[in-house]
């Protein structure tokens, strides 16, 4: 199984970005989707996810990034506009199975990162 992120980058305060995530070796709409992002020196935090039951997002996010995908691309989407400097950080996908996560289990699989700056 691999994720594979891209779509990252620079980009000024107001601007927009689209990270990409494909996924491989499983069927990503048996999953449920997700989104985490780690600014430095601060924990790794979930910015949106996506399950059979709709989508969720942080607070420091709702009204400007939206979560997506293509399950015949086997592709995650994260769009984000109206960028902030506060959300400069390394962005990753995560895919997991909603029976698992409910009960706390971790995502089983993960991206290797991307990283987003957005400057002021």
């Known amino acids: 199984v691999d994720l594979v992120e891209s779509g990252g980058g620079l980009v000024q305060s107001g601007g927009s970005l689209r990270l990409s995530c494909e996924a491989s070796?499983?069927?990503?709409?048996?999953?449920?989707i997700a989104w985490f992002r780690q600014a430095p020196g601060k924990e790794r935090e979930v910015v949106a996810c996506a399950s059979g039951i709709g989508p969720t997002y942080a607070s420091s996010v709702k009204g400007r990034f939206t979560v997506s995908r293509d399950n015949a691309k086997s592709t995650m989407y994260l769009q984000m506009m109206r960028m902030k400097p506060e959300d400069t950080g390394v962005y990753y996908c995560?895919?997991?199975?909603?029976?698992?996560?409910?009960?706390?289990?971790?995502?089983?699989?993960w991206g290797q990162g991307t990283q987003v700056t957005v400057s002021s």
């Open positions: 070796g499983i069927t990503l709409d048996h999953y449920t």
């Open positions: 995560a895919a997991g199975e909603f029976s698992r996560l409910r009960v706390g289990v971790p995502y089983d699989y």
